[in-house]
């Protein structure tokens, strides 16, 4: 979890220049508190409006190709280090690193399995939108790799 006070320095910093702008403003229109929260307000409407934009682009981005792009890393990762495929059908991406992690395969593939998992830890602690687009691409991956379909279904008795 990230540290709150991070976040208020962070906000306070970025909103100095603004305050300074503000007073600015104030000054050379010759006004009163009005003009200094007015400009102030127009500012923040201004940083609001390009972060919305900024994350509608983000979010094109994505769709369009950062999750091609990422499925096709993830799914590298997977047939470079040679991982099996999925064990049972259910098997979600961290359930199927997990089960690597604790079966009868070798050191090079249980460490490449862990650091997997570290990176998407460390996806997750930049942001929970990020975290979510790196588990859906993970998740594309190993169906791509190891088609559900494919897997048994635990508990079924085999054939």
Do not use: C
């Given at each position: 979890m990230k540290d709150a006070r991070a976040y208020i320095i962070i906000a306070l910093f970025s909103f100095v220049p603004y305050l300074l702008v503000?007073?600015?403003?104030?000054?050379?229109?010759?006004?009163?508190?009005?003009?200094?929260?007015?400009?102030?307000?127009?500012?923040?409407?201004?940083?609001?409006?390009?972060?919305?934009?900024?994350?509608?682009?983000?979010?094109?981005?994505?769709?369009?190709?950062?999750?091609?792009?990422?499925?096709?890393?993830?799914?590298?990762?997977?047939?470079?280090?040679?991982?099996?495929?999925?064990?049972?059908?259910?098997?979600?991406?961290?359930?199927?690193?997990?089960?690597?992690?604790?079966?009868?395969?070798?050191d090079s593939v249980k460490t490449s399995a862990k650091e997997i998992y570290f990176l998407l830890s460390t996806f997750e602690s930049m942001g929970i939108l990020l975290g979510m687009r790196m588990h859906a691409a993970s998740e594309a991956a190993l169906e791509t790799y190891s088609p559900k379909a494919e897997a048994p279904i635990w508990g079924a008795p085999h054939a």
């Open positions: 503000s007073w600015a403003y104030m000054a050379l229109a010759d006004g009163g508190s009005e003009q200094f929260w007015a400009a102030f307000g127009v500012l923040i409407a201004v940083r609001l409006f390009f972060s919305v934009i900024e994350t509608i682009g983000s979010v094109i981005s994505w769709r369009l190709y950062g999750k091609k792009l990422m499925v096709n890393k993830f799914l590298g990762l997977l047939r470079a280090n040679n991982f099996p495929k999925r064990e049972y059908q259910h098997d979600d991406f961290l359930g199927y690193l997990a089960r690597i992690e604790d079966g009868p395969y070798g």
